[in-house]
Nanobody, 127 residues
Framework: QVQLLESGGGLVQAGDSLRLSCAAS????????VGWFRQAPGKEREFVVA????????HEADSVKGRFTISTDSDKNTVYLQMNSLKPEDTAVYYC????????????????????WGQGTQVTVSS
Protein backbone atom coordinates (compact mmCIF):
# COMPACT_ATOMS: atom_id res chain seq x y z
CA GLN A 1 0.00 0.00 0.00
CA VAL A 2 1.51 3.29 -1.13
CA GLN A 3 1.34 6.11 1.36
CA LEU A 4 1.83 9.74 0.35
CA LEU A 5 2.76 12.66 2.55
CA GLU A 6 2.63 16.24 1.34
CA SER A 7 4.57 19.11 2.83
CA GLY A 8 5.62 22.64 1.99
CA GLY A 9 2.33 24.49 2.12
CA GLY A 10 1.95 27.85 3.77
CA LEU A 11 0.88 31.47 3.52
CA VAL A 12 2.50 33.56 0.79
CA GLN A 13 1.81 36.78 -1.06
CA ALA A 14 0.69 37.09 -4.65
CA GLY A 15 3.66 36.76 -6.99
CA ASP A 16 5.64 34.57 -4.59
CA SER A 17 6.83 31.03 -5.19
CA LEU A 18 6.34 27.87 -3.17
CA ARG A 19 7.48 24.28 -3.57
CA LEU A 20 5.38 21.40 -2.37
CA SER A 21 6.80 17.94 -1.74
CA CYS A 22 5.12 14.56 -1.90
CA ALA A 23 7.10 11.79 -0.24
CA ALA A 24 6.06 8.19 -0.81
CA SER A 25 6.46 5.03 1.22
CA UNK A 26 5.37 1.48 0.56
CA UNK A 27 6.01 1.74 -3.17
CA UNK A 28 8.11 3.39 -5.86
CA UNK A 29 6.72 6.56 -7.40
CA UNK A 30 8.62 5.96 -10.63
CA UNK A 31 6.32 2.99 -11.23
CA UNK A 32 3.22 5.16 -10.94
CA UNK A 33 1.73 8.21 -12.58
CA VAL A 34 1.72 11.01 -10.01
CA GLY A 35 -0.47 14.06 -9.95
CA TRP A 36 -1.32 17.10 -7.93
CA PHE A 37 -4.90 18.18 -7.35
CA ARG A 38 -6.34 21.06 -5.38
CA GLN A 39 -9.58 21.89 -3.67
CA ALA A 40 -10.66 25.39 -2.77
CA PRO A 41 -13.40 26.03 -0.18
CA GLY A 42 -16.81 25.25 -1.62
CA LYS A 43 -15.38 23.88 -4.85
CA GLU A 44 -14.72 20.44 -6.24
CA ARG A 45 -11.27 18.95 -6.29
CA GLU A 46 -9.57 19.78 -9.56
CA PHE A 47 -6.60 18.54 -11.54
CA VAL A 48 -3.48 20.69 -11.45
CA VAL A 49 -0.58 18.79 -13.00
CA ALA A 50 0.64 15.21 -13.40
CA UNK A 51 3.67 13.30 -14.57
CA UNK A 52 3.67 9.97 -16.36
CA UNK A 53 5.33 6.87 -15.02
CA UNK A 54 9.12 7.19 -14.97
CA UNK A 55 8.80 10.84 -15.96
CA UNK A 56 7.81 10.02 -19.54
CA UNK A 57 5.90 13.28 -19.84
CA UNK A 58 3.72 15.71 -17.94
CA HIS A 59 0.52 17.65 -18.37
CA GLU A 60 -0.81 20.67 -16.56
CA ALA A 61 -4.12 22.45 -16.34
CA ASP A 62 -4.51 25.63 -18.38
CA SER A 63 -4.92 27.66 -15.20
CA VAL A 64 -1.37 26.87 -14.08
CA LYS A 65 0.40 26.47 -17.41
CA GLY A 66 3.70 28.32 -17.44
CA ARG A 67 3.62 28.82 -13.66
CA PHE A 68 3.57 25.34 -12.09
CA THR A 69 6.03 22.54 -12.77
CA ILE A 70 6.08 18.95 -11.55
CA SER A 71 9.33 17.07 -11.06
CA THR A 72 10.47 13.81 -9.57
CA ASP A 73 13.43 12.58 -7.54
CA SER A 74 13.53 8.81 -7.76
CA ASP A 75 16.36 8.52 -5.24
CA LYS A 76 14.23 10.28 -2.63
CA ASN A 77 10.99 8.70 -3.88
CA THR A 78 9.54 12.19 -3.88
CA VAL A 79 7.57 14.34 -6.33
CA TYR A 80 7.66 18.12 -6.21
CA LEU A 81 5.31 20.85 -7.32
CA GLN A 82 7.08 24.12 -8.01
CA MET A 83 4.59 26.96 -8.00
CA ASN A 84 5.67 30.36 -9.30
CA SER A 85 3.82 33.64 -9.76
CA LEU A 86 1.18 32.55 -7.29
CA LYS A 87 -2.24 34.17 -7.42
CA PRO A 88 -4.97 34.45 -4.77
CA GLU A 89 -7.08 32.05 -6.86
CA ASP A 90 -4.41 29.38 -6.29
CA THR A 91 -5.48 29.24 -2.65
CA ALA A 92 -6.56 25.68 -1.89
CA VAL A 93 -5.65 22.44 -0.18
CA TYR A 94 -3.21 20.67 -2.47
CA TYR A 95 -3.26 16.89 -2.70
CA CYS A 96 -0.71 14.50 -4.10
CA UNK A 97 -2.05 11.36 -5.75
CA UNK A 98 -0.61 8.32 -7.48
CA UNK A 99 -2.14 6.04 -10.10
CA UNK A 100 -1.48 2.54 -11.34
CA UNK A 101 -1.31 2.90 -15.11
CA UNK A 102 -0.77 0.26 -17.75
CA UNK A 103 1.21 2.39 -20.19
CA UNK A 104 4.25 4.49 -19.37
CA UNK A 105 2.94 7.55 -21.25
CA UNK A 106 -0.48 7.68 -19.57
CA UNK A 107 -1.14 10.86 -17.58
CA UNK A 108 -4.53 10.61 -15.86
CA UNK A 109 -6.30 13.89 -15.20
CA UNK A 110 -9.47 12.43 -13.70
CA UNK A 111 -9.23 12.00 -9.94
CA UNK A 112 -11.18 8.73 -10.19
CA UNK A 113 -8.18 7.16 -11.91
CA UNK A 114 -5.94 7.71 -8.90
CA UNK A 115 -5.48 4.92 -6.39
CA UNK A 116 -3.52 6.61 -3.61
CA TRP A 117 -3.97 10.00 -1.99
CA GLY A 118 -2.15 12.12 0.54
CA GLN A 119 -3.82 14.10 3.29
CA GLY A 120 -3.23 17.46 1.64
CA THR A 121 -1.36 20.64 2.47
CA GLN A 122 -2.87 24.12 2.66
CA VAL A 123 -1.64 26.85 0.34
CA THR A 124 -2.92 30.36 0.96
CA VAL A 125 -2.03 33.24 -1.34
CA SER A 126 -2.82 36.73 -0.10
CA SER A 127 -3.38 39.66 -2.44
Amino acid sequence: QVQLLESGGGLVQAGDSLRLSCAASGGKLRELAVGWFRQAPGKEREFVVAVARSGAGSHEADSVKGRFTISTDSDKNTVYLQMNSLKPEDTAVYYCAAANVGLSWQIPTDLDHYNYWGQGTQVTVSS
